[in-house]
């Protein structure tokens, strides 16, 4: 490995940086390496949106591109890709790209501090759908707050912008141009990269290297989508050990399906892990879309989210009750591990110094024939969009002739960790699927967890929900009941006919 | 369906939905917000250090390991502070670095400049801080128990409360609750001091009060007015968290640059910025109603407690408008109204959109909902026999004649619009066969007063400059932190002088042009600076119009300036080019301009007289739908109709309505501050603290600015303040949960619903009611 610098396209030029400490973030080397200060810092924990910019990355033949949160992304994930900034959107005569103009004449800026955030946001929006609707339009500007607007303005602009004439640069073609695409894949890397600026920082290229790397090193930070180490940065000021990125090891971003399982690699981000997840259990739609917000899930892992084992994050509930795998890696060796087996308390996991998830399995449950599987996963929290769960709930149930004859129970946000619920298990195994069994299944909840109080919720109301949830499970999947069990997500008001 | 509409007014400029003067620069990233500005080369960035309990004695504060952390430059504590070390509005309790005491989580106790942010946020980590920990009194209860207050508390009382009370028909006593709110704006606390040469100093600051910063910081540096210029192009928001608090920052980098000679930024990060700086007042209502069968209200006591925090800051002239908006649109005859000002160990909190004014809202409409569910009467019926009437029962418990209500006549209209009667009696029918949804629609009204309480501020000033190209340059005393201010001076001055909008430039904000500004707050904006820019103009005009008659005989009416032409008689010219002829004659073309409101005058110890030079008015319906087996709510739609007398710009009036009512809406459903046991805020990061969201945007919302209604006072072009108003609509939000909890209970039965109504809150009150048993 020879040591060498970050190289990345910005405004169609490839930069190299080689002295650059690794952990700046893209938000920082923006406002103070570049003086481009268009990007704003509101949060610096990915959670208002102020400095999204768009990543462009060649994947096969396409240049993919992502809003993404550059206050908490390093710049060293940004080697061998695209960054695109608001600076970048107007044309070399200064006239506004659609989104910006669309902005413009819907009064969608007051005070403009969010804006170009929302700008990049629909930028991406734009280069991917020529005709979004509402809720494809809300779920895209889920990571972006703005407290001046009321959001209307925003929403109406995306509809404008794509009315609007095509952009002489940054449009849908220019986005995929030859010479873009040629100029990405020149700086394509092929081998591992080795930043020696401290706090050092390798990026290999093979599983092997990787493990192998990581063996020797078991001090060192295993850096994916950076989400949340992004964090220990930003808001700890935590002085990092060296880095090992292992969004470029090949293999790991992959995911491969057989008729009964789904294994997801390590490097795979939120966004596709859920995509590949919702196409066997369309119900796990919204808890998807619920979690954390486009950005985010443009950048974090879906391994990354179970090695990080919160004890409110969204993904391990569900994988629970589907009775997912890890594979775990170590040197040259592979083990696999029950997820239910992986956290044993609080921020504590099964796991050996130098041993790295490097892959998750998802079984794959279906109906058959007099057997009805039943998943579900809920997420509640104060607000719909981009929170922490107060608590999340995951159910697969399995129904023959009436009766459940398997069914497993997890929770998030009730405990140290996310943890199955037994005794609910129990009380609803061999009983008949009817509203009397969930409900005592729900009563049984109170044996399972002891749940502390806390700024998203106290210990009763988690109590109760997480009762109450197994309740709504049975409603929301009794074909005779006749009214509503959910809130839309997207609201309407009852018709009232016009007299 | 998603419409806001408005029909513009017959002028030129004036009355159109133009866009936001900085639009095009806010889209491309152009737009320089304090952080933005390019600084010298050698500039220090600082960070404060703060407090880690809530009430105790500083024994020592130990900083050798801050002073030789890598690139830390200087060092600053109490001791250090040459002049006043001092940053309060009114009173002097707010130190800027604590000296002795504690009291609260996040005071500022030293600061730090460094060689960059990274270096002075982890040396002021080094700090060891030797505490005596006293006992800390952490909310309004525990405040009241313990008559902990941070200024006196006042009674406002009309009539004979007590002996109508004993005389009414039917009592309730009851108990409102509301959490504060943070401000949010998503630029944070920033100021920048660069000193000059002298020992003058310039700052740059995201304030909302110049004047004020200035006064601070000359104060701290031991300085006079004139040494210090402040300076303020935008903000990135500010609702109200950037009138008294930036003083702290500002102090804190001025006093750090005069101590290095070197400029000094300082900007806080989010969570240091929701720590350290005050919030919304949360409050608590004890109160006493007698009213009739018809939910008319015969008798009211009610006991205001607000958490102020730790010193005085604004919370007098807050709960002074807080119990001036207990009344909102209903005249009560005989009322008391006693306002406890409560000191706790935590945050002073200060001002936010509203001004206390949506505290007090939320304490008379609960009391009327409760009254109409203990009569099982449709709430906007006990509203309205409560409303002010237009020639008698239109006295305000302040003693100020209500002269230009217009509820009565927006309500039908609202009502009318929204269709409430038919989708309340629709949902009626919904929620009885629907156990787990239940929807709930409400309407509420808002009488909101404009002006400042404190008689002094209700004055501006402008500097205008017409060069000789045509074109003009205008400055006046307000701020730009989003809400369309230069926008509408713009308008106005383009309109005055007959030019292009294109032809005027709104200049920073810069005391050192215009003095002694107001704080803009209280909706003024507009009112103050608009009347004082088209001042200006109108000055300039009439030297124009003078010369015109002189060199060519005309008479006055004979002149006339519209779209950058100036008609002469028979001939007309450019405007460019009359100027400059203008200016060949020695003609000044540069005049200051002067506004002060008229009318208004109150008197402090009775809490009486006419604070408001008039009212701004609006209606609400929202309908929502909640989930009882987790207390989720949502809302469906909203019909807003609001007045804005003459819309100046309705675009812009449109946008303070939406983002005023989703503001608020946050308030009221899922913003929530939580403290610990220790007095540590817990929800000092967007991560914890949820202000509304896009989604949160209902897809069914219609907003109406009200037609035909100019201000019957003379305010600038007629209009009327739009800034604060519309958060209060959102009060309809959470009485259409009311609504909805109510139908999961039995009729008649009184809701125990506290704000924020998150999806806790619900199922408790839901919870509540269900006890009470359920109609069969
Ligand atoms: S600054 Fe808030 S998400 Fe990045
Ligand atoms: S325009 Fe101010 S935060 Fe969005």
Redesign the pocket.
């Known amino acids: 490995m020879n040591c060498e610098g970050i190289r990345f396209i910005l405004d169609g030029k490839v930069i190299t940086l080689d002295k650059l400490p690794p952990t700046t973030t893209l938000?920082q080397y923006l406002r103070e390496g570049l003086g481009r200060t268009g990007t704003?810092?509101?949060?610096?924990?990915?959670?208002?949106?102020?400095?999204?910019v768009v990543e462009g990355e060649l994947c096969g033949s396409r240049i993919v591109y992502r809003a993404v949160?550059?206050?908490?992304r390093f710049i060293a994930s940004f080697d061998g890709k695209e960054i695109v900034t608001v600076e970048s959107l107007q044309s070399p005569a200064g006239k506004l790209h659609p989104v910006q103009q669309a902005l413009v004449d819907c009064h969608g800026s007051q005070c403009g501090f969010c804006t170009p955030?929302f700008v990049m946001s629909l930028f991406a929006l734009y280069l991917e759908d020529a005709a979004p609707g509402r809720a494809k339009v809300v779920d895209y500007l889920s990571?972006n707050?703005c407290r001046c607007t009321g959001y209307r303005p925003i929403i109406d602009a995306a509809a404008v912008a794509m009315i609007l004439p095509e952009p002489e640069v940054w449009s849908r073609h220019d986005a995929q141009s030859e010479s873009r695409r040629a100029l990405h894949a020149s700086i394509t890397r092929t081998h591992s990269l080795n930043i020696a600026v401290a706090p050092g920082y390798v990026a290999p290229r093979a599983l092997d290297e990787l493990a192998g790397c990581y063996e020797n090193n078991p001090g060192a930070v295993l850096l994916a989508g950076g989400t949340d180490i992004g964090l220990w940065v930003t808001k700890q000021l935590r002085d990092l050990p060296s880095i090992i990125y292992i969004g470029n090891v090949v293999g790991l971003a992959t995911i491969s399906e057989t008729m009964d399982r789904i294994e997801i690699g390590a490097a795979v981000r939120l966004h596709e892990a859920y995509q590949a997840i919702c196409a066997h259990y369309p119900a796990l739609e919204e808890l998807a879309n619920r979690f954390a917000s486009i950005?985010i899930r443009n950048s974090a892992t879906l391994c990354g989210n179970l090695a990080n084992g919160s004890p409110i994050g969204d993904s391990m509930p569900i994988l629970l009750a589907l009775g997912a795998t890890l594979v775990l890696r170590r040197g040259g060796q592979t083990r696999t591990l029950p997820l239910d087996e992986f956290y044993l308390g609080y921020q504590k996991k099964a796991l050996e110094p130098g041993e790295f998830i490097a892959a998750v399995r998802i079984p794959i449950l279906h109906d058959s024939a007099g057997v009805k599987i039943v998943v579900a996963s809920y997420k509640i929290a104060k607000r719909f969009d981009q929170d922490i769960s107060a608590l999340c709930g995951a159910y697969v149930v399995r129904i023959e002739a009436g009766l459940v004859t398997a069914a497993r129970i997890a929770y998030g946000g009730m405990a140290a960790t996310p943890q199955r619920a037994r005794h609910s298990e129990t009380a609803l195994i061999g009983r008949p699927w009817s509203e009397d069994s969930l409900v005592a299944a729900g009563k049984a909840i109170a044996q399972d967890y002891r749940p502390i109080s806390d700024m998203r919720a106290s210990a009763n109301y988690r109590l109760q929900v997480a009762g109450n949830l197994l309740k709504r499970l049975y409603l929301e999947h009794d074909a005779a009941a006749t009214f509503p069990t959910r809130i839309p997500a997207v609201s309407t008001a009852l018709r009232v006919e016009s007299p | 369906m998603n419409t806001s509409t408005a029909k513009p007014c017959p002028s030129e400029v004036v009355g159109k939905a133009i866009r936001h003067e900085s639009a095009h620069l806010h889209v491309a990233g152009r737009a320089f917000y304090t952080d933005d500005i390019p600084l010298p080369a050698n500039t220090l960035h600082a960070a404060l250090g703060m407090s880690t309990i809530a009430h105790g004695r500083l024994r020592a504060i130990d900083l050798s390991a801050v002073r030789t952390a890598p690139g830390v430059v200087a060092v600053m504590l109490a001791g250090d502070v040459p002049g006043h070390n001092t940053c309060g509005p009114i009173r002097d309790d707010d130190p800027i670095f604590a000296d002795h005491l504690v009291q609260y989580v996040g005071q500022s106790l030293f600061a730090v400049a460094a060689q960059s942010v990274e270096a002075a946020r982890r040396a002021v980590r080094l700090a060891r801080i030797d505490y005596e920990t006293l006992p800390a009194i952490l909310d309004i209860r525990a405040a009241l128990a313990a008559q902990s207050f941070v200024i006196p508390t006042q009674r406002l009382a009309r009539g004979d409360p007590h002996a109508a009370l004993a005389a009414a028909a039917r009592r309730l006593r009851g108990t409102v609750e509301m959490g504060g709110q943070d401000q949010f704006y998503l630029e944070g606390h920033i100021s920048v001091a660069i000193p000059q040469e002298d020992g003058a100093m310039l700052i740059h600051c995201s304030t909302q009060h110049p004047t004020e910063v200035q006064h601070k910081v000359a104060h701290a540096l031991g300085r006079s007015a004139h040494d210090i210029i402040v300076q303020c192009r935008r903000m990135g928001g500010g609702f109200g968290g950037k009138e008294s608090q930036p003083a702290l920052f500002a102090c804190a980098a001025a006093l750090l640059a005069q101590k290095t000679g070197r400029a000094v930024k300082l900007r806080v990060d989010?969570d240091a910025d929701m720590i350290m700086t005050g919030k919304r007042h949360d409050f608590i209502a004890d109160y006493d109603v007698g009213f009739d069968a018809s939910g008319r209200i015969q008798a009211l006591l009610v006991m205001l407690a607000s958490r102020c925090g730790y010193s005085a800051d604004l919370s007098g002239p807050v709960n002074d408008r807080a119990m001036m908006h207990v009344d909102n649109a209903y005249f009560l005859e005989h009322v008391e109204i006693i306002s406890h000002r409560c000191k706790t160990h935590t945050v002073s909190n200060t001002a936010f959109r509203g001004f206390g004014g949506p505290q007090g809202m939320l304490v008379i409409e609960q009391i009327i909902d409760d009254i109409a569910r203990t009569l099982d009467l449709d709430p906007l019926a006990v509203r309205r026999v409560n409303y002010y009437a237009i020639t008698e029962r239109n006295i305000t418990p302040y003693l100020q004649p209500v002269e230009d209500n217009v509820l009565a006549l927006m309500t039908d209209q609202l009502e009318a619009s929204s269709d409430y009667r038919a989708r309340r009696e629709r949902i009626t029918v919904f929620n009885q066969h629907s156990p787990v949804i239940k929807r709930g629609i409400a309407l509420t009204p808002v009488k909101f007063g404009i002006s400042f309480n404190a008689t002094l501020y209700n004055q501006a000033g402008a500097l205008l400059h017409v060069y000789t190209d045509g074109t003009v340059l205008v400055n006046h005393g307000g701020t730009e932190m989003g809400q369309g201010l230069f926008t509408k001076v713009a308008q106005v001055v383009a309109e005055e002088l007959g030019i292009p909008l294109a032809s005027v430039r709104v200049s920073a904000t810069d005391i050192g042009k215009v003095p002694n500004t107001s704080a803009t707050a209280a909706s003024s904006g507009s009112d103050l600076n608009g009347k004082a820019a088209q001042a200006a103009a109108h000055t300039i005009r009439q030297r124009l119009v003078d010369y015109a008659c002189d060199k060519y005989a005309l008479t006055a009416d004979k002149v006339s300036f519209t779209q950058g032409r100036v008609t002469l008689g028979d001939k007309a010219t450019d405007f460019a080019a009359f100027v400059l002829e203008a200016y060949g004659a020695r003609i000044s073309l540069s005049s200051t301009g002067y506004y002060s409101t008229p009318k208004i005058h109150y008197d402090r110890a009775t809490l009486t007289g006419r604070p408001f030079y008039y009212f701004a008015y609006g209606v609400a319906v929202a309908e929502v739908a909640i989930d009882v087996l987790t207390g989720e709510s949502r809302l469906l739609r909203v019909d807003i109709l609001h007045d804005v007398g003459r819309s100046l710009n309705p675009a812009i009036d449109i946008g303070q309505i939406e983002g005023g009512f989703l503001q608020g809406a946050g308030w009221l459903t899922s913003e929530e501050l939580c403290w610990n046991e220790h007095g540590e805020l817990k929800t000092h990061a967007?991560s914890t603290y949820k202000i509304p969201t896009a989604r949160d945007w209902p897809a069914q919302a219609t907003v109406r600015l009200l037609e035909g209604e100019p201000n019957r006072e003379d305010t600038i072009h007629r209009s009327k303040a739009v800034g604060e108003p519309p958060l209060m609509l959102a009060i309809a939000v959470l009485h259409a949960i009311r609504a909805a909890v109510a139908s999961c209970g039995k009729r008649g039965v009184v809701l125990r619903l506290t704000a924020p109504a998150t999806p806790e809150s619900i199922l408790r009150a839901i919870n509540a009611v269900q006890k009470e048993g359920v109609d069969g």
């Open positions: 938000l704003k810092e509101g949060c610096a924990e990915g959670d208002c949106g102020a400095c999204t949160n550059s206050c908490i955030g990571g707050l950005p | 989010r967007p």
